[in-house]
């Protein structure tokens, strides 16, 4: 039973790469951490997928994160001068 449940695990994680190098094709490195980040991926996980190293993942989901919060703060500075205007 052991070996038959082995071979359907291995068979599924490999659909799940080509499923994921498919989808992934024509993306960038940070477009694909970004996108198995929001599929609730740990940087370890993400990191084995994207054949690096996790601490460089977390750091292009930091750099991310400050991105959109900076971003946000543009944002919300340009709508407070719109409204003082």
Same mark, same amino acid.
């Given at each position: 039973?052991? +070996?038959?449940?082995?071979?359907?695990i291995?068979?599924?994680? &490999?659909?799940?790469?080509?499923? =994921?190098?498919t989808?992934?094709?024509?993306?960038?490195?940070?477009?694909?951490? &970004?996108?198995?980040?929001? =599929?609730?991926?740990?940087?370890?996980?993400? =990191?084995?997928?994207?054949?690096?190293?996790? +601490?460089?993942?977390?750091? &292009?989901?930091?750099?991310m994160?400050?991105d !959109?919060?900076?971003?946000?703060?543009?944002?919300?500075? !340009?709508? +407070?001068?719109?409204?003082?205007?």
């Open positions: 039973m052991s +070996n038959t449940n082995d071979d359907v291995r068979r599924l994680d &490999a659909l799940i790469r080509l499923t =994921a190098i989808m992934f094709k024509d993306k960038s490195q940070k477009e694909k951490i &970004a996108i198995l980040n929001l =599929a609730g991926l740990t940087p370890k996980e993400i =990191a084995e997928f994207l054949d690096t190293t996790p +601490n460089s993942v977390s750091v &292009a989901i930091s750099m994160k400050k !959109k919060d900076k971003e946000k703060g543009s944002k919300r500075v !340009k709508r +407070n001068k719109e409204e003082n205007v």
